[in-house]
């Protein structure tokens, strides 16, 4: 399968099956069991972020692009926050929600602003860059270029979250739940922590913070990269 393939398949299960499975993961509805593990792993990784940012108090003089922005879990509460958030999604059906969620918890369609948009097709320049749990739908060569293009649209920061590698033979275990039934299925990838920091050095970035969101069915290693080269 090329990295188009992966592409396609990932935006028609984001506008179908995986709408409605990731919808319900990410709110606040019930769910079953394992789908309420994910959840809670899904918002350590949010929190996490949350944290990093809050921590650092200067959340309203930041611009924020959020890549691949799902149901809006992390732009809403940053929006909330004060940041400006540009925030984007492969799927209309993602976007959608997302802006009806942030009309609820904001009542207003300025901040974030939401466009339905590939993460390799963006424009422009933030302060900082985000994407969490996207790479987890492309291979490791697909995953570089991405990686790379969003270190091109950041000025001074990117944060990242992924599924290691190292929890491969688990995650393989478990991959059934992720993505039950091959008519619903994308593939996982998984990527090795090493490697998605090369990338990121070899894009003139430097880690500063990491962390690790870690359920029975979930994993997410987070890193926080700031710019040091021009
Ligand atoms: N980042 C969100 C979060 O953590 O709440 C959503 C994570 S969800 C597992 C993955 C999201 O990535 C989906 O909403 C999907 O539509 C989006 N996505 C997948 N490939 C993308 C791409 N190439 N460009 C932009 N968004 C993409």
């Given at each position: 399968m090329?990295?188009?393939?992966?592409?396609?398949?990932?935006?028609?299960?984001?506008?179908?099956?995986?709408f409605d499975r990731w919808q319900r993961i990410y709110g606040d509805g019930e769910?079953?069991?394992?789908?309420?593990?994910?959840?809670?792993?899904?918002?350590?990784?949010?929190?996490?972020?949350?944290?990093?940012?809050k921590a650092d108090n200067n959340l309203p003089s930041l611009s924020i692009c959020d890549a691949g922005c799902g149901v809006g879990s992390l732009s809403i509460p940053l929006a909330m926050s004060g940041a400006k958030v540009y925030a984007s999604d492969i799927s209309a059906k993602m976007v959608s929600e997302a802006q009806d969620r942030a009309v609820m918890a904001l009542s207003n369609t300025v901040n974030p602003s939401f466009t339905v948009q590939d993460l390799e097709s963006l424009s422009g320049n933030y302060h900082t860059v985000i994407c969490l749990d996207v790479l987890i739908h492309y291979p490791q060569e697909?995953?570089?270029e991405m990686i790379s293009h969003l270190c091109s649209l950041a000025q001074s920061r990117i944060i990242l979250s992924f599924a290691p590698k190292t929890f491969f033979l688990t995650i393989l275990k478990k991959i059934g739940t992720f993505f039950p039934g091959p008519s619903k299925t994308t593939r996982a990838y998984l990527h090795?922590?090493?490697?998605?920091i090369?990338?990121?050095?070899?894009?003139?970035?430097?880690?500063?913070?990491?962390?690790?969101?870690?359920t029975k069915f979930y994993f997410s290693s987070l890193l926080e990269a700031t710019r040091t080269s021009v």
């Open positions: 090329n990295a188009a393939d992966d592409k396609t398949i990932v935006r028609e299960y984001f506008n179908s099956t995986g769910v079953n069991k394992v789908q309420l593990d994910i959840r809670t792993g899904h918002q350590q990784t949010v929190d996490n972020v949350i944290g990093w940012l697909k995953a570089d090795p922590k090493a490697d998605v090369k990338i990121l050095e070899k894009n003139g970035f430097s880690i500063q913070r990491q962390a690790m969101a870690r």
